[in-house]
């Protein structure tokens, strides 16, 4: 009879829990706040507009950051990279994590040492 006594059902608390429980879950227990990227990424297509607003238009960096809605930064860094290799962007050099072991590591060994490569297997006798 005490333990029911305890139960709380409200809209908030949908199963019967126990009021120090449900408590303790709603209002205590710190909530993680969601991810957010470090960078955003812009395509090419935007970079490829500050570059023809700086140079066409001749408009300055903060202009184009106002009128593309981007950070300075972001404007600045394109402009610098356009002067530098004449692209908007640099190509990636390398797609994904790089392997842990090369390949020619990984190959497998029998007990008696010699390479798996180099191994065949005792012909079947029946």
Known sequence: MVHELNMVKTSSNPVNLPYATWFFLTTIMPRKNPLVPKRRHYSRDLKRRVIYQAEVLGQTSTEISINLDIPLRVVQRVKHI???IGEVCRDRTAMGRAPLMRPE???VSTCTGIPQS??????LTF
Do not use: V, Y
């Open 105 to 107: 590591h990984c190959e």
């Open 118 to 123: 180099q191994f065949s297997p005792p012909p």
């Open 82 to 84: 356009w002067n530098e």
